[in-house]
């Protein structure tokens, strides 16, 4: 266990290096100067010539990286040369947005694909179950945008049941909460509501086939009983691996809708840096991003092991 935890904190750092260099330079190949943003275009020369060695833009690129590891190292991810705010602070203001509707989509995703999975694959070669495989194949096949978009004409411009732009928070009331983060949340969980029935369709389809099943049918147990107590519980071990990438994938996967229902996320504050060439916070957030999504799946790797024996006596080789 010690071996396969250390295994994933080095592939961590790995990622967090490779990550946050790759991100660095593509911000150097961006068009613009970061203070002709700031002053305008009214400032002289001199003016920009001070703020470009104020904030170190003129120095070479390795130096510039090496000193921000060093920020990093002392949990300083910068300061945005737009505000002047700190970054960690100005992502830690916005990530409970995009952690709720993550969390939104997440429940939602568990809530229909779950029973939706067992039913098709205990009608699995039937009608239901072909139904069932052409209502994922929908689910997956339209990007989140475009979900987004159908879902904000249908409820918010036809019905006028849910706002279509804007962000209520949560000590604004708990109502007015859930209407502004149901349709961005609905919109992120239709593709993984699909991508979770058909994982479980396909674990439980292969649990129902095997030995132990059949004993219990031959000993006249209930088929719902042992649909749930016995084929359910083992298929649920590819599904948990499933739900942590999902997760993850949903914590980066959230720019598209924050960008559409303008919400105040983290994926808003990447967009934002990116438009206004705010070098220092697109970088902070793209690394605080892919460290969020590689935490995720260790911890997932690592409970896997934990529940599964076979990969624990494995990574015990």
Known sequence: MLRAVT???LHLLGVVLIVSFVTMIMVDLIPGDPASVVLGEGATSEQLEQLRQQWSLDDPLLLRYAEWLADLVRGDLGTSVITNDPVLSTILERLPVTLEIA?????????????????TASRADTWVDRAGLLATSLMISPPAFLTGLLLAYMFAVQLHLLPVTGWSPISDGLSDNLRSALLP?????IYETGVVA?????????TLGEDFVFAAHARGLPRTYVLL?????????????????????????????????ALPGIGNLLITSIQ??????LQGVVVFVALGYVLVNALVDVLYTVIDPRLRNRAAA
Do not use: C, N
Request: avoid cysteine; aromatic fraction near 6%; hydrophobic fraction near 60%.
């Open 7 to 9: 295994r994933r904190v």
């Open 103 to 119: 969390a939104i989509a997440l429940v939602i995703a568990l809530a229909l694909g779950v029973p939706l999975g067992i039913w």
């Open 185 to 189: 949340g609905v919109a992120l969980s």
């Open 198 to 206: 058909r994982v479980l369709r396909s674990a439980m389809i292969s």
């Open 229 to 261: 107590r016995h084929a359910l519980r083992p298929s649920l071990i590819p599904l948990f691996t499933v739900v942590g990438l999902i997760l993850a994938r949903l914590i980066g996967g959230t720019i598209i809708v924050e960008v559409l229902f």
């Open 276 to 281: 206004s060439r705010d070098f220092t916070v």
